[in-house]
């Protein structure tokens, strides 16, 4: 259904080339085919893109700020418009289900949405300095920000990292993963259309090491959100403290998925698929990827598990299985050799792990049980539908296993014993804490990492602070 023209970048409210004439090929990875060709943007097209982004800036926090949200409410309206078309090219750059598309394009006009609504609600505080002084601080927007943002959730989080900039009075510069480049170029076209101001909101699509780094460094950027793999982040961060440049980090996770016996099993169970499998397969910051089930139901809850997973649809992303494709054979690759990582490491899976004799970077739902939790497959992120099993025999030892790695992210239990459930919130180091459902919370709530899954918040009212500096104004009254 797509025609394989060239999408250019889109700089200053027009779809230009690179400045190279350089382009690259995004692939569908259902089939492996070329899906698009794309504008490959570089150091100078990203010059551009600030360029005209500063040039758009003073205008932009001068517009009334209930103007702007009516914009982005507008533009979320667009995007709901729009969401059929929109879900099925998203699917074909990244290769999830269908449904999850859908999903994500709902979840990035909801963004657009909520902030819209924040626009005009961005206070500062009045404070008491004692009779002598009038005091108060202002939320001012930090300037041209940069949203590096990767292939898991493309539309989505052009929505969670672009859509609170823009309400704050900030500009954008947004460069989508060289994997999935098509959605992002697509929001920055309805945003066009619906009477966005041209450089309010830039898209150059392009490779990390060009585009990505370009941006990061740029010494005009006021701003960088970034989310992806840890030693990415490193560089970003690196790159923009040159120039000290705030940068807030979303990066991985090994997030413990924690069963109790007093649980609801059934609940619990379909969490856990949703959590690892059913969630674009597996590569999720957020997923569920090592279980911790208590001794006394593991082989009942096990078995179930392996049942249903087993039973789980792969299939291309527009038929909407359980379970796609993995978005690159990058991916698929490194994966394939996390299932060898876990073989050599505690023997064969107990389900899936064999490989596919077909197109498309398909893997099975794997699971490895008996995991012990210093393994590489319990520390790892492996980004894809492999969850590793580790059994525990109390709450203090849960909590232990569920702190005993790198990465802080999320953390979800599975209890109906209300004290429990608390003191595993109040233990456990991690930005989210779920009980009772996995991906619990929404656009409303704040999301980010402990430890080394980052720092810095997005969503809810907290993004609205990675995106603003505070001015503290302090009148000394004469008489
Ligand atoms: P990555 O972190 O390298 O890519 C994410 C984004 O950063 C992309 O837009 C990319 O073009 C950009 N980028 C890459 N190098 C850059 C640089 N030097 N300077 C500035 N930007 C740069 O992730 P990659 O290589 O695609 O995936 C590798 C692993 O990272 C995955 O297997 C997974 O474990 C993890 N990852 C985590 C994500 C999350 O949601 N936390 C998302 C994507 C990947
Ligand atoms: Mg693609």
């Known amino acids: 259904m797509m025609e394989k023209d060239t999408h250019n970048l889109l700089i200053n409210g027009e779809f230009v080339p690179a400045a190279s004439g350089e382009t690259f090929t995004t692939f569908d990875p259902a089939t492996e085919e070329p899906l698009a060709e794309v504008a490959k943007g570089a150091q100078d097209d990203v010059n551009r893109a600030v360029e005209s982004g500063r040039e758009a800036f003073d205008k932009w926090r001068a517009m009334p700020p209930e103007k702007r949200g009516r914009l982005l409410t507008q533009l979320a309206e667009a995007i709901r418009d729009d969401i059929d078309r929109l879900s099925e090219l998203e699917t074909q750059d990244n290769g999830k289900p269908l449904s999850q598309a859908r999903a994500d394009v709902e979840g990035c006009a909801r963004y657009f949405e909520y902030y819209a609504g924040i626009a005009d609600k ?48 900030n500009v954008a510069v947004a460069k989508p993963a ?63 403290t040159d120039n000290v440049t705030p940068v807030h980090l979303e990066l ?17 169970l379909n969490e856990t698929i949703t959590a690892i499998f059913g969630t674009n397969a597996g590569q999720v910051c957020s997923a569920g990827s090592r279980l911790l089930v208590h001794e006394e139901i593991h082989d009942v809850f096990i078995d179930k598990l392996v049942e249903r997973t087993a039973e789980l649809s792969l299939g291309a992303g527009i038929d909407d299985p359980a379970v796609g494709p993995l978005v690159s054979i990058d991916q698929y690759e490194k994966v394939q050799k996390y299932v060898d990582i876990g073989r050599s490491e505690v023997g064969e899976p107990i389900v899936g792990g064999d490989v596919l004799d077909r197109k498309g970077y398909f893997v ?17 992120e492996i980004f894809g539908p492999v969850l590793s099993v580790v059994e525990f025999k109390d709450d203090d ?60 918040r997005e969503k809810g009212l907290e993004a609205i602070e990675s995106y603003t500096q505070v001015k503290n104004v302090c009148f000394k009254i004469d008489r």
């Open 122 to 169: 961005i206070h500062g505080n009045s404070i008491p300095l004692t009779h002598d002084y009038t005091d108060y601080t202002v939320r001012e927007p930090l300037g041209v920000t940069g949203q590096i943002i990767p292939w898991n959730f493309p539309i989505n989080l052009v929505g969670r990292t672009v859509a609170p900039a823009l309400a704050a009075g």
């Open 178 to 240: 060289e994997q999935t480049p098509l959605s992002a170029l697509e929001v920055g076209k309805i945003a066009l259309d619906v009477g966005f101001p041209p450089g309010v909101f830039n898209v150059v699509p392009g490779f990390g090491a060009d585009a990505g780094a370009a941006l990061a460094s740029h010494p005009d950027v006021n701003g960088i959100s970034f989310t992806g793999s840890v030693v990415t982040g490193q560089q970003v961060a690196k790159l923009a």
């Open 252 to 268: 991985g996770g090994k997030s413990p998925n924690v069963v109790f016996p007093d649980a609801d099993l059934d609940v619990a």
């Open 364 to 380: 099975e739902p794997t699971i490895f049980d008996d995991v012990d939790n210093d393994m590489r497959i319990a520390q790892e």
């Open 397 to 456: 030892e849960a909590i232990e296993l569920a702190n005993d790695v790198d990465y802080g992210l999320v953390a979800g239990i599975f209890t109906t014993d209300v004290g429990r459930a608390h003191r595993f919130a109040r233990d456990v180091n991690a930005g989210q804490i779920y009980v009772n459902e996995w991906f619990a919370g929404g656009v409303e709530t704040p999301f980010g990492g402990y430890k080394q899954s980052g720092f810095g």
